[in-house]
């Protein structure tokens, strides 16, 4: 079967096939459909828990500090008094705010990258393969360490960091996409319909390539969030007393030995359900954009 997809603008019956298709993918996997549910529990937290959270993130109490977990405080308290359910909820946001933009980012410029290396060959593609293999040739966390350590830590430079760690993981799997793609049937008739360089590229051979690059997204949302708490964890992420999962726990694991294991325990789970959350959704993604799986 060759590879094909359609230029024709959304339109309602479109619209209603694709939200039909979204439910036929999530009945066939129950697993894709609980992602999709934790997915969308991780959402609502990040855009109205800051305004339903029983307690102020900063607000300290040294009267209840290092309170164990009760009704009052689902999750406990921390050494300062802070509500740890308050700021685990509040951490939200910020963690998917980072790993968001991150991999946005090095999925547009990777792709760009890739999709011109891809179908352009030559020394274009020479040249990018040396300076991905540059690149991957650093540890990516001691990569990010350096960039950090260099442009300072603040969001946007963490953001940047991870951005540019995961871009070529994008650029090398476009190149092969379109490789593969460039001289096949659908593309060939493309060129003889008349249709530019560009448009066969970003029409038709890029749609076909993103089923694999929806897997790969789904597990780069899960790495940044990870990367973004470990740097946190090192002291070159998120700067406290802000609220991030990688602060919390290591401002926990201080505690474990004294018996105030909630601190650490918390933001960890926490983070570990958005990771599992992002890894599990990679199926679904695939199989909802892949044009064959509409038929």
């Known amino acids: ?11 309602p019956a479109a619209r209603h096939a694709m ?17 999709f549910v934790m997915f969308a529990f991780f959402i609502l937290s990040a855009l109205i828990g800051p305004y339903v959270v029983p307690y102020d993130p900063l607000a300290t109490n040294s009267a209840i500090a290092l309170q164990a977990p009760s009704l009052a405080h689902p999750f406990g308290t921390d050494n300062l008094g802070r509500d740890v359910f308050s700021r685990v909820i509040v951490a939200t946001r910020l ?3 980072i790993s968001v933009l991150a991999v946005a980012i090095s999925f547009v410029i990777g792709s760009i990258l890739g999709a011109i290396s891809g179908y352009r060959g030559g020394w274009i593609d020479s040249v990018l393969n ?9 540890p990516l966390f001691v990569l990010a360490m350096g960039i950090v350590a260099a442009m300072g830590n603040s969001v946007t430079n963490i953001i940047i960091a991870t951005a540019i760690i995961n871009i070529p993981f994008y650029a090398r799997l476009v190149r092969a996409e379109v490789s593969i793609r460039r001289e096949a049937g659908f593309t060939l008739a493309a060129k003889l ?3 530019s360089d560009l448009r ?8 076909n390539s993103l089923p694999p690059m929806m897997v790969q997204v789904s597990l780069n949302l899960g790495w940044a969030i990870l ?3 470990g740097l946190s964890f090192i002291g070159l992420g ?3 007393p802000t609220p991030e999962w990688g602060i919390m726990v290591a401002e926990g694991a201080n505690y474990i030995i004294s018996g105030e294991w909630w601190m650490a325990l918390f933001p960890g789970l926490w983070l570990l359900l958005a990771v599992f959350t992002f890894n599990l959704m990679g199926d679904g993604l695939r199989d909802i954009v892949d044009p064959r799986r509409r038929t």
């Open 200 to 207: 066969v590229l970003a029409l038709h051979i890029f749609p």
């Open 193 to 195: 319909a008349g249709n």
């Open 1 to 11: 079967m060759t590879d094909q997809t359609s230029t024709a603008p959304a339109t």
């Open 130 to 138: 040396r300076v991905l293999d540059t690149i991957m040739a650093f």
């Open 238 to 240: 998120v700067k406290p």
């Open 227 to 229: 990367n973004a708490a």
């Open 19 to 35: 939200a039909a298709h979204m439910l036929y993918v999530c009945r066939e996997n129950p697993v894709t459909a609980a992602s």
């Open 95 to 97: 963690d998917l705010i």
